[in-house]
């Protein structure tokens, strides 16, 4: 633990001699941070109640794990907070048992996502294809979107579902159009503004402005304050009273676990995507040990838990937030909201946070996809759109999980159907097949094909030199075939295996011969049939 405090603070050390943290970079970051909070403050009341609990839980939420990531995150400029994709899954477990089972299901998701950080099980998120993660974002995009939508119903009369709010009255008329126009004002202040001067960020140049101009002229829109108050005080410790008993766990086991995987794949995910943004690598680990760290404390402090904030982040990182401090800056502003400034941040419209998220769909969207699909395997450009429908329609885990497992079953058949062989006889006598493609569980059936026991002459050579054996099903193929042409009667020999195979052959207890025309390989196997079985790798 000494070390990775150390770890930490060298990093902030380094961050901080690299930026210099001159006047101009200071104001940058905290200003990032101020419009990132603003943004939460709506996002964390409407997740609370998407969840079934006190607008306060969320905020808590957002403030405890913001804090704790952007201190010993693995990507500075991250953003975490209170989110939809965990909100959707405690809805059942609150309305169930109550909001103290929750706040136990988040310590123990916390502790699930420290061992997954300590394990190292964070390095897996690179084995996500690039067509999932154009998926994901596509998907995100439009699911932010359609969460802005209860922003223009009838304060009060909305229900809160997974996407946004569902039911209740549409505003018509003259708010409608009013809040229309306010949106679209927030979006072309921002839009001006990034293209003119870095010295405030667009986002909170939005708001302000159009703040001022409902507060000014009194116009009858829709505020923060409508949603909800946010007034309160500081966040507590607490130990949720639940019986610590077996029957407890088995509740609340299967919620944290789900809260846990979805967490970290929406974190991890919105790593990479920061880390392409910022240009930085790695985190992965860290990043898993520090969401489940925020999530922990988070069970013992009334919060609802939370993960990284795609939106958020990109709101942060389009601000010019690019160290610690614009996270960690969002989070005490937040904090800041709750207890002392909660009647000013209610008169913000809430027209100018929607504008606000609508350019960050803009901004998330990659519209780059749209153009591609056309060019890239039919493959790919049916995963982008299956991982963006089912992100929609279900949840982000759900989506990544469908879109590895198809891109991995596209891969094995494309694999599959590239195992073929060379055949030519040498000088005495022996037939030569020469291998080429992927040897494994999904081309074991074609592999077999490629021989002829019954025609061949009494020596036959498998060369693998432009193969390459890859788990247990491939050995068993070789088995197979093997046999064949032990019953007819013939020799087989394995050639041009590498060193690890050669070692996974030697454990399995079959005979191995190095062969003295294969001397920069070291391996080769003079293959009997009737020796016996042939073990396991290559």
């Given amino acids: 633990m000494e070390r990775a405090w150390t770890a930490v603070f060298g990093e902030l050390t380094s961050e901080k001699t690299k930026a210099g943290f ?6 940058i970051e905290l200003l990032a941070g101020l419009t990132v909070a603003l943004a939460l403050v709506p996002e964390a009341v409407a997740f609370a109640f998407v969840a079934g609990v006190h607008p306060l839980v969320g905020l808590y939420a957002a403030f405890i794990v913001g804090l704790i990531t952007a201190v010993i995150g693995g990507r500075p400029g991250m953003i975490s907070g209170a989110t939809g994709a965990l909100a959707v899954v405690m809805v059942a477990l609150v309305a ?3 909001v103290e089972y929750l706040f136990a299901a988040v310590v123990l998701m916390g502790l699930i996502q420290i061992a997954a950080g300590v394990f190292r099980f964070g390095k897996f998120i690179r084995l996500v294809p690039h067509p999932v993660m154009l998926g994901f974002v596509n998907g995100l995009a439009i699911v932010i979107f359609l969460a802005q939508m209860g922003q223009f119903k009838v304060p009060g009369t909305a229900e809160a579902s997974g996407h946004g709010v569902s039911g209740g009255e549409w505003l018509s008329g003259t708010p409608m159009y009013l809040m229309l126009g306010l949106v679209a004002l927030t979006m072309a202040i921002i839009w001006v503004v990034s293209r003119h001067t870095k010295a405030i960020p667009a986002p909170l140049a939005g708001i302000g402005i159009v703040a001022a101009i409902v507060i000014i002229f009194g116009l009858d829109v829709p505020r923060v304050g409508d949603l909800a108050s946010i007034a309160g005080g500081l966040p ?6 639940v019986p610590l008993t077996w029957e407890t766990f088995e509740i609340i086991l299967p919620y944290s676990l789900i809260l846990a995987a979805i967490g970290l794949i929406e974190s991890l995910l919105t790593l990479n995507l920061v880390g392409d943004m910022t240009g930085k690598r790695g985190g992965a680990s860290q990043e898993c040990v520090a969401q489940g760290i925020a999530n922990t404390v988070t069970g013992f402090f009334g919060g609802m838990g939370g993960c990284a904030m795609i939106g958020q982040s990109m709101i942060n990182v389009k601000s010019g937030g690019r160290t610690r401090m614009a996270g960690i800056a969002a989070a005490v502003f937040l904090l800041l909201f709750i207890v002392v400034a909660s009647p000013v941040i209610e008169l913000i419209p809430l027209a100018a946070l929607v504008g606000v998220m609508f350019m960050v769909v803009i901004g998330t969207f990659a519209w780059n996809s ?24 279900y949840d982000l885990a ?5 879109g590895v497992i198809v891109s991995a079953l ?4 494309s694999n ?11 000088p005495e006598g022996a037939k030569v097949y020469q291998v080429q493609g992927p040897l494994f569980f999904g081309s074991a059936a074609g592999f077999s094909e490629l021989f002829d026991p019954e025609n061949d002459p009494s020596l036959v050579i498998v060369d693998f030199a432009e193969s390459r054996v890859a788990d247990q099903s491939a050995l068993t193929a070789i088995e197979a075939v093997a046999t064949k042409y032990e019953a007819a009667g013939k020799r087989l020999q394995l050639r041009h295996l590498s060193r690890d195979c050669h070692q996974l052959l030697t454990k399995s207890g079959s005979l191995i011969i190095d062969s003295d025309d294969d001397p920069d390989y070291e391996v080769a196997v003079d293959y009997s049939v009737r020796l016996g079985r042939l073990g396991a790798g290559h």
């Fill in 410 to 413: 596209t891969y094995a058949w």
């Fill in 370 to 393: 749209l153009m591609i699909l056309r060019k890239v395997p039919l493959s790919d450009a049916f995963v982008i759109l299956l991982v963006t429908a089912v992100t929609v329609a």
């Fill in 398 to 402: 759900t989506a990544v999980f469908v």
């Fill in 236 to 241: 507590t410790f607490h130990i949720p009273t």
């Fill in 22 to 27: 001159a006047p101009a970079r200071i104001r």
């Fill in 416 to 426: 599959a159907t590239r195992i073929r062989a060379r055949r030519h006889e040498t």
């Fill in 96 to 98: 169930d048992h109550g």
